[in-house]
């Protein structure tokens, strides 16, 4: 299945911020409507930008509503792993499709220090290990793995019954970005 991804990432790449951390949620409103608009056969997901989700579950329900009946979203990704999962579990439960995010998610670059390789100690692996099965028992369909070692995306890939979709994690995850 063909996917097209409205990403936070526009921050950096539209509006040229040095993160995706600026990106409001009106502002993704506004680019999913356009893009939706536009997609005909693909699956439209839209990134939940940050602290849209983060404060309570009460507020990621909300967001996640507004892109989808406001900004024609198909589905919502949101970032990480055990701390998420009860809101990805809220989210599923109410018919909201949610692809999930690991490894080097962009929201958290500060506390990577910037734009960094994750999962190459064992202690950090086994961190990203436990937030996986977190969403995936959340009910995530889909979860992109970016920037973690090849073995380690392998090694999710085969534990997870959601589709991995790597961006710099090697060739065993089930899709790829563009």
Do not use: N
Request: glycine share 12%; charged share 15%; proline share 3%.
């Amino acid at each position: 299945m063909d996917i097209v991804l409205v990403g936070d990432s526009l921050g950096m790449v539209v509006q040229g911020c040095s993160s995706t951390l600026p990106v409001t949620l009106d502002e993704m409103v506004y680019h999913s409507r356009a893009a939706a608009r536009g997609v005909s056969s693909a699956h439209l997901v839209v990134d939940m930008p940050f602290m849209s989700y983060q404060a309570s579950v009460e507020d990621g329900m909300r967001s996640a509503g507004r892109l989808l009946k406001e900004g024609g979203a198909e589905a919502v990704k949101l970032e990480g792993g055990e701390e998420v999962a009860e809101l990805v579990h809220r989210l599923v439960s109410v018919g909201i499709p949610v692809m999930g995010h690991v490894g080097m998610t962009p929201q958290s670059v500060h506390k990577f220090g910037g734009f960094k390789l994750q999962g190459r100690t064992e202690a950090q692996a086994r961190t990203i290990v436990a937030g996986v099965r977190a969403i995936a028992d959340a009910g995530v369909y889909a979860m992109v793995l970016e920037s973690i070692p090849a073995a380690l995306a392998a090694e999710i890939t085969a534990a997870v019954p959601a589709l991995t979709i790597g961006i710099g994690a090697g060739a065993s995850c089930d899709g790829q970005c563009w």
